[in-house]
């Protein structure tokens, strides 16, 4: 019997991978967690039936969340993760020997406990010392410290679900009062093509406009997620990621990435002129 995962990018129009077994799974309060081996993307895992993560192309996503505010702001050294279960953030964030403090905020334990257990690769580096784990959820969290980390990553799902709050106007504006004066906020940005994923991309961008003076949104190619087109959005209360790039500064700290580089911090901000039209839209 051949066994297919597959997702639905609109009513009528669907991913699917031809899959060697469903490893595990289980409910948790929060949502179904289910792993995964797969022929073409190594071992993956999914969140009510949403791919999230896989061997063969999450570099792609952890490398863009990551390394692009590390070339703008080179000295950030308190970071809160909100969301990001699978540990690839904090794997990438931990490279960086002068971070000095992270908070990992994720709801649901459970996800980290499984992806220790059955995806190491992104998992690897939960357990490093400046990583402290927050098992609650990243909305109330961030109300907690006023002009204190130098970045906030929000690695989360969809807009559904327990990640529904994190696309909220009241959550972005107590990221903004998190933050301090140089503080950067990356946050998950949907993708443009599809149009309820683009519905999204949007209302997020007019969200963060109205809170934050310096709004930017890049992408990037993610093979497993819709359209696989891409966004994240980058938000600061000053830094500009291209006037403000440090290339140099970044190139110094010698890490090998296979993803981003210098020339596509550069060329990942410049966006095509239908997704130009919709953020323009956005208001
Ligand atoms: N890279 C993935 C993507 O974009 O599909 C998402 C990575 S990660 C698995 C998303 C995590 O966000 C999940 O583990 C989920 O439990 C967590 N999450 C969702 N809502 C949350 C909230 N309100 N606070 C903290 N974590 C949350």
């Known amino acids: 019997m051949e066994l297919w995962f597959s997702e639905k990018s609109t009513e009528t129009c669907e991913f699917k991978i031809k899959v060697k077994a469903q490893i595990y799974s289980e409910e948790t ?10 022929y073409d993307f190594g071992r993956f895992f999914t969140l009510d039936g949403l791919m999230m993560v896989n061997e063969k192309d999450e570099f792609i996503y952890h490398d863009m969340i990551v390394h692009v505010p590390l070339a703008v702001n080179p000295e950030i050294k308190r970071v809160m993760v909100i969301g990001g279960g699978d540990g690839g953030t904090i794997r990438e964030l931990t490279r960086y020997k002068h971070i000095e403090h992270i908070d990992f905020v994720e709801i649901d334990e459970r996800v980290v406990q499984l992806c220790r257990e059955y995806l190491p690769q992104t998992a690897c ?17 961030v109300k907690e410290n006023k002009d204190y980390y130098d970045l906030i990553l929000v690695d989360s799902t969809d807009p559904i679900g327990p990640g529904e709050g994190l696309f909220t106007r009241e959550f972005y504006t107590d990221c903004y009062n998190a933050l301090n004066d140089k503080g950067i906020l990356i ?32 992408q990037f190619h993610m093979p497993t997620y819709a359209s696989g087109h891409w966004l994240f959005g980058f938000a600061s209360k000053e830094l500009d990621p291209l006037i403000d790039h440090k290339p140099e500064i970044w190139e110094s700290f010698g890490l090998k990435t296979k993803y981003y580089n210098t020339e596509l911090h550069r060329g990942c901000f410049a966006l095509p002129t239908y997704v130009i039209e919709q953020l323009e839209d956005a208001n």
């Open 187 to 218: 946050n998950q940005h949907e993708s443009p093509y599809y149009p309820n994923y683009a519905k999204e991309m949007i209302k997020a961008h007019s969200k963060l406009k109205a809170i934050f003076p310096v709004c930017k949104v890049y």
């Open 29 to 38: 309060p929060f949502q179904k967690i289910a792993f995964f081996e797969s």
């Open 125 to 141: 580096k939960v357990d490093d010392p400046r990583v402290h784990h927050h098992y609650v959820d990243g909305i109330k969290f």
